[in-house]
RNA sequence: UACCCGGUGGUGUAAUUGGCAACACAGAAGGUUUUGGUCCUUCUAUUCCAGGUUCGAGUCCUGGCCGGGUAGCCA
């Protein structure tokens, strides 16, 4: 193991940048960027490039710009500048002074189009957006030429000087590039690099009307701000040789774009456009409802900006498209937490059970460690009394073989307390057992017998005098396929929601030391998993989140016997 | 039926660049345990196919097959 983590292994992109490093073709600077558009919430495929290129950036000694490429004011909001900085900070990144604007270079990109236009390079178009589309050709068919495309220099500038002005309809003529509409790749076919948009954008206000396209865009972007390494994913292959194109024609200083694979995962959707659809659609409570895949959801959910960024480095990153099973996430995630955790008892679904042996109105604290992964966590003391709450799931009138918890007449231990042995099982009229009495041992006193005879269980419990009262809320998956975009003819994605998705539970009991746990904070509820205080708990409503449950071979054991 | 990219266990990735196919997850079995957690041990492959080069091919070459991307005045 420690030889396997030895020898760190390089990804391609990183092969690539060791190389450059190596060869001085970038006088060793790295300068990476990550360019999100401010049109929705990152989610956990935008953290697979957030790691990929600020971690890089660390690794070799360079720095990582956040760049917001907002060119589309028709969909873009200040709200989400700030979600997508918070969203990076809390994944534990820094991008120091080098915080940028695609729109703040809008002036220089517009004297860059002069210059193209000068060098006959680019012209000004009257087609329509549907003629331009019937003109690009097909697949297999090659494009025609516009017909103002050999319109003057001269002639050029002054229109595009005008649409600049606003003398010009939104939709009425765009700028674009003079390459070849016979091209086997149609982002050649004369692309469009300016639109009009008489529309106001968040930064810039009404300072423009024409606003440039992605692909003019971005390699300026990355020119001025001196990237060397300007990663992105798969589906731009197609336009890097536009890219170089610009950067070419313009012979402005020249980033390398390289793709990677984008971050699929089982049980749930990763493109901004499907997680809006949820958001607005209300089959969520927003973009930072704990069930999305987004990083607020996420970060509400309860994961740790550690176990996040652990996954993103074991995935890896390839030139092909995977899903990723999201146990692998589960699990860094667990791997994290366990070690991070506090230790604490809680009751989801109470069973009250008295010990008729202890002494009336008698408290005592029991010594209970908060992290057994870490002993500088330190111990607390839980308090015990004859009245207790236990795990409704805990006690079986008439257990299985492998059920090795509560049952009448036999003896299991209650965490950190006694022992105790059922003897007595209350129900209603329906028949539901709604208490148990127990009696106890009080030679086992701390959880030990002193004859040295062991138990088959422990049980987690809280005192019913000093238990807490809290609401509980149990997630599972968003979709009940791995596949959520696998759908019969005529459905869609929402066609594999899962409608249970959310369980919330109320008349939960805790443990008296959670009475001032911080809204974010973590814990470990023994037996059961990670849980996570919600932002909108107060001591008054106590509301947690149920991050990810402990792994549970009593589960699987179960599933096996009902299957 | 155009162009580009890609194919390694159930899943995600490695393979010192032509030299014993390795790691993790998942699954199965067992051990330890005051969490049925953690931890420890063990078990699972025609490297898409067919040729070729070579002492030797997951890696190089040729041909096929399969998958993904691309016809926004989105990014």
Same mark, same amino acid.
């Given at each position: 193991m420690s030889n396997g983590e030895s020898v760190e292994r390089l990804d391609f992109i990183r092969q690539i940048v060791t190389e450059d490093c190596a060869s001085g073709k970038w006088d060793g600077r790295v300068v990476t960027r990550f360019p999100p558009e401010p049109n929705g919430y990152l989610h956990i495929g935008h953290a697979k490039s957030i790691c990929l290129n600020f971690g890089i950036a660390a690794e070799f000694g360079g720095r990582c710009h956040l760049r917001f490429? &907002? +060119?589309?004011? +028709?969909?873009?909001e200040e709200e989400y500048v700030e979600s997508i900085q918070n969203n990076v900070r809390w994944l534990g990144w820094d991008w120091g002074e080098h915080l940028y604007f695609g729109s703040d270079y809008f002036e220089p990109m517009y004297q860059w189009a002069v210059q193209l236009i000068k060098a006959g390079k680019a012209y000004v178009c009257d087609l329509t957006a549907e003629q331009t589309r019937q003109y690009r050709g097909t697949l297999t068919q090659p494009g025609r030429e516009s017909p103002?495309? #050999?319109?003057t220099v001269e002639e050029n500038l002054d229109l595009f000087e005008r649409m600049r002005a606003g003398e010009f309809p939104d939709g009425s003529r765009t700028l674009r590039a003079?390459?070849? $509409?016979? !091209?086997? %790749?149609?982002? $050649?076919?004369?692309? @469009? $690099?300016y639109r009009i948009l008489h529309a106001s954008h #968040?930064?810039?206000? &009404?300072?423009?009307c024409i606003y440039p396209m992605y692909d003019w865009a971005h390699g300026l972007e990355d020119s001025i701000e001196s990237i060397t390494h300007s990663i992105c994913t798969l589906e731009f292959e197609n336009h890097r040789p536009l890219y170089d194109w610009f950067l070419d024609q313009l012979g402005v200083y020249h980033p390398q774009q390289i793709e990677f694979a984008r971050l699929n995962l089982t049980y749930t959707v990763m493109s901004k456009r499907k997680l809006l659809r949820l958001v607005q659609d209300g #089959? @969520?409570?927003?973009?930072? =409802? /704990?069930?999305? /895949? +987004?990083i607020s959801g996420m970060r509400r959910r309860g994961y740790s900006p550690a176990a996040i960024r652990e996954f993103c480095r074991v995935i890896g990153v390839n030139k092909f498209n995977s899903t990723v099973d999201f146990q692998l996430l589960e699990h860094c995630l667990r791997q994290d937490l366990n070690k991070t955790s506090p230790r604490v008892m809680a009751v989801l679904r109470p069973l009250k059970v008295v010990i008729d042996n202890y002494p009336d109105g008698q408290v005592e604290y029991m010594n209970a460690i908060n992290n057994p992964e870490e002993e500088s966590a330190g111990t607390r003391q839980a308090p015990f009394s004859k009245v207790l709450y236990i795990e409704q799931?805990?006690?079986?009138? =008439? *257990?299985?073989?492998?059920?090795?918890?509560?049952? *009448?007449g036999r003896e299991v231990r209650l965490r950190y307390a006694y022992f105790v042995t059922c003897t007595e099982v209350i129900k209603d009229a329906d028949g539901n057992i709604i208490e148990l009495h127990c009696t106890y041992d009080p030679? +086992?006193?701390?959880? &030990?017998a002193p004859d040295g005879r062991k138990v088959k269980a422990t049980l987690h419990w809280v005192s019913a005098a000093h238990a807490l009262d809290a609401e509980v809320r149990l997630y599972d998956h968003l979709?009940?396929?791995? %596949? /959520?975009? &696998? @759908?019969?003819?005529?459905?869609?994605?929402?066609? !594999?929601? %899962?409608?249970?998705s959310l369980e919330a539970l109320t008349g939960c009991k805790v443990e008296p030391?959670?009475? =001032?746990a911080e809204p974010l904070s973590r814990y470990q509820f023994e037996r059961l998993g990670y849980f996570c205080v919600d /932002? =909108?708990?107060?001591?008054r409503r106590m509301i947690f989140n149920r991050t990810v449950t402990l792994r549970d071979t009593w589960a699987k054991e179960q599933q096996k016997q009902n299957s």
């Open positions: 490429d &907002d +060119t589309n004011p +028709t969909k873009e103002y495309r #050999h319109r003079k390459i070849d $509409m016979a !091209h086997p %790749n149609l982002n $050649m076919r004369d692309p @469009v $690099m #968040h930064r810039t206000g &009404d300072a423009w #089959h @969520v409570n927003g973009w930072d =409802d /704990p069930r999305m /895949p +987004t799931e805990d006690f079986m009138e =008439d *257990p299985p073989k492998k059920f090795f918890r509560m049952a *009448p030679a +086992t006193r701390g959880g &030990d979709f009940t396929q791995a %596949n /959520p975009e &696998d @759908v019969e003819e005529g459905q869609d994605f929402t066609a !594999h929601l %899962n409608p249970n030391s959670l009475r =001032d /932002p =909108d708990s107060s001591s």
